[in-house]
């Protein structure tokens, strides 16, 4: 599965959209809306490597993986703009 990142600005839950991502401004990290489609809202403390939400192309690092209790199990990356399966 592929799912394109689209800027995140804070709409309501119920037009959330898995790939959604905004950065937090205080601090260098992200909220984002899973792309597996389960609605739920994770936040990474994950390294910028490339680009940014702003231009579309942003990648971090390490692999981001959604295996805490209460999580969907999601394991991927976020690469040049694209949320990618593991």
């Excluded at 394109?4 to 205080?26: C, E, H, V």
């Excluded at 805490?68 to 990356?77: E, I, L, M, R, V």
Aim: net charge negative; aromatic share 10%.
């Amino acid at each position: 599965m592929t799912v394109r990142m689209q800027p995140f600005a804070g709409q309501p839950r119920a037009n959330w959209k898995p790939g959604m991502i905004r950065r937090d401004d205080d601090v260098a990290d992200h909220h984002y809306v899973c792309p597996c489609g389960c609605q739920n809202l994770y936040y990474a403390q994950h390294a910028v490597q490339s680009g940014s939400v702003e231009t579309g192309d942003l990648t971090l690092t390490p692999s981001l993986h959604h295996n805490g209790p209460g999580h969907c199990g999601w394991h991927g990356w976020l690469r040049d703009g694209q949320f990618v399966d593991a």
